[in-house]
């Protein structure tokens, strides 16, 4: 049985032991009350037994045990005290008073717990229309992709990614999008929408990107009307086209270049730039890049990333080595899921286990290129 087996099993007989504390402190306090002189008297700590448990079990268990304390404490006050001695109401009263303050606590922690599950459930319905499920296979494409968030427990931020399938063929995005928190998700939101209309809609994928920048644009401006400051939208962005007959197009505003990875080794790919998504108006609008097209092969694999990626350092301020890595790793009878796993998992490692900005990750194959099914 491997370590991270061993370690799952242990964390699992823990968490079964946990609502068993109460319990245990129960009978210590008992069994103390009855192994010591009559002088020195436990029964009114039988309060930590159902505030104990209000931290660690529901509701119910945690009356049981409040009022198990009250009852226990009315039987041993005046067995075990030494004679001539009266009832301690006040003692009785502070462990009447600690299982009500336990009911009470618990009460609270449980509406608390479904306050935030409830919003747990909303934060899940925003992560999937942000980043919508992507079947395993879009138009004869292959899909994997992963989102490592910086933000602990968050799924989504201002990297963005989808895969369609149009009347012109497969397409996909990636794009990180300037800015954080709430406003940031807000933009990238925009982006995927903007992105799934232009992309059934435009013949040219030149001009889907020309309207996902209108699209943010019209974003800058509807938040300007709503008080935020007047921000120029943008995001960098990789568009890429699949014609289906092994014909790829990809345009690239401003964004990390792809790789195609396969027998023959690697190739980076050098996209001619457009202005970012967002900034057209900065040049002509009739001026664009020369539309770049390659072929690939069905044992070739498009890889796409975001900034988050590259830029990842470990403590010694040293940058992921992506490049270098996946020139150690492309081996094309690995699949896309495998490549994927092995680049999420080496990036994690290189900057212990914890990124300081998002990388969104996504790696395209024909499904031809696939000897095992999904």
């Known amino acids: 049985m491997s370590e991270a087996v061993v370690e799952v099993e242990r964390g699992r007989a823990l968490r079964r032991l946990i609502p068993l504390l109460p319990a245990l402190l129960y009978f210590t306090i008992v069994a103390v009350d009855f192994g010591t002189p009559d002088e020195f008297r436990t ?42 001695y009266e009832h301690d109401w006040a003692g009785f009263v502070v462990v009447v008073l600690g299982g009500a303050i336990a009911a009470t606590t618990v009460w609270l922690r449980t509406r608390l717990q479904e306050r935030v599950s409830r919003l747990g459930n909303v934060v899940e319905h925003v992560q999937r229309a942000l980043l919508p499920p992507v079947p395993p296979v879009v138009g004869g494409i292959r899909v994997e992709r992963s989102y490592l968030a910086a933000e602990r427990d968050a799924e989504v931020g201002g990297d963005v990614y989808d895969v369609v399938d149009t009347p012109y063929g497969t397409r996909a995005f990636i794009a990180d999008v300037q800015g954080k928190g709430l406003t940031a998700v807000g933009a990238s939101a925009a982006l995927v929408g903007t992105f799934d209309e232009a992309a059934h809609a435009e013949p040219e994928l030149w ?30 962005a990789l568009i890429v086209g699949f014609d289906g007959d092994g014909r790829v197009e990809p345009t690239n505003h401003g964004h990390e270049a792809p790789a195609v990875i396969g ?22 609008a009739e001026e664009r890049a020369p539309t770049y097209r390659f072929r690939m092969t069905p044992d070739e694999s498009l890889l796409l990333y975001t900034d988050g990626t590259t830029e990842a350092r470990d403590a010694a301020g040293r940058f992921f080595p992506l490049r270098e890595w996946v020139a150690r790793n492309a081996d094309p009878n690995r699949s896309a899921a495998e490549l994927l796993a092995g680049l999420q998992q080496a990036l994690l490692a290189h900057v212990g286990g914890r990124l300081t900005d998002d990388a969104a990750l996504m790696v395209l194959r024909p499904v031809a290129a696939e000897a095992v099914g999904p």
């Open 43 to 84: 029964d009114t700590m039988l309060c930590l037994v159902p505030m104990t448990a209000s931290a660690l079990v529901p509701v119910r268990p945690t009356v049981v045990y409040a009022i198990l304390a009250a009852v226990t404490f009315l039987v041993l006050d005046p067995w075990l005290a030494p004679a001539g």
């Open 207 to 236: 001009r889907v990107g020309r309207r996902m920048g209108a699209g943010l644009e019209r974003f800058g401006r509807n938040q300007v009307l709503l008080g935020e400051p007047d921000t120029d939208w943008f995001a960098t």
């Open 263 to 284: 027998p023959s080794g690697v190739r980076w790919l050098q996209v001619p730039p457009e202005l970012p998504l967002g900034l057209a108006g900065l040049a002509p």
